[in-house]
């Protein structure tokens, strides 16, 4: 268990809505992760951040923002949901594994049906 | 670029028989590489990881995977499948290009166990 919360766990919003998840982290790791796992695709990354107030795109960005005001919490941000954008989204975290280097570990997701 | 291919969608073994899921990858750099394990409607449970350390990585229930340079493979084995290994395995390297331990995934392999 690293310690990462997703919430909600299931939400159901309507098209042109915004919708935000949350990850949450009790471990200050610094990298977080947003992937987002579809079939046929695999997970992909969507954003990631660095460090508080540092964040960067990943594969697929388009659609989406992210935020990261405390080290805890990673924001991901849908401005104006589509139904292309319903998906199972994964936050993640980077740990440092002693003897083995940097290891990402999974919460356990977040359904989002966009109708 | 890097890049990982697992070479079945789908598996199917009966319970008691061993289990072999294949993967390789294209790595410029030495990789690490892991395994996944998604059960359904669950988050992924980080199975084993090489870092170079050793070319036999052993991780959780019983599961072993060989590191092959030569053949850029990273197969994952089980001698004697269970019906709870039934699920979905991702292989997977990690991104050093760009030096934030971003993940590049394979497609995933469905592993079903009969009785």
């Known amino acids: 268990d690293a310690g990462i919360t997703q919430s909600p766990r299931h939400k159901v919003t309507e098209t042109g809505t915004p919708v935000t998840l949350r990850c949450h982290q009790t471990e200050n790791h610094r990298y977080m992760y947003w992937y987002r796992q579809d079939p046929g695709h695999g997970l992909r990354l969507i954003h990631y951040?660095?460090?508080?107030?540092?964040?960067d795109k990943g594969e697929v960005s388009d659609g989406y923002s992210v935020s990261r005001s405390k080290t805890e919490d990673f924001l991901l941000t849908l401005e104006s949901a589509t139904s292309s954008q319903t998906s199972v989204y994964f936050c993640a975290i980077s740990a440092l594994d002693r003897g083995t280097g940097n290891t990402i570990y999974f919460g356990e997701g977040s359904w989002l049906t966009v109708v | 670029a890097q890049s990982v291919t697992q070479l079945d969608s789908h598996v199917s073994v009966s319970e008691g028989t061993p289990v072999l899921l294949r993967c390789n990858y294209s790595?410029?750099?030495?990789?690490?590489l892991f395994w996944y394990v998604q059960h359904p409607n669950k988050g992924l449970q980080l199975l084993l990881k090489?870092?170079?350390?050793?070319?036999l990585v052993k991780g959780i229930n019983g599961f072993e995977a060989e590191f092959k340079k030569s053949e850029t493979s990273f197969h994952l084995t089980k001698p004697s499948a269970h019906m709870s290994d039934a699920a979905e395995y991702f292989c997977?390297?990690?991104?050093?290009?760009?030096?934030?331990?971003?993940?590049?995934f394979g497609q995933g392999t469905t592993l079903q166990v009969k009785p």
């Open positions: 090489y870092t170079s350390a050793a070319t």
């Open positions: 951040s660095y460090g508080v107030k540092d964040t």
């Open positions: 997977v390297v990690s991104d050093y290009t760009s030096n934030t331990g971003k993940l590049i």
């Open positions: 790595s410029s750099y030495s990789p690490s």
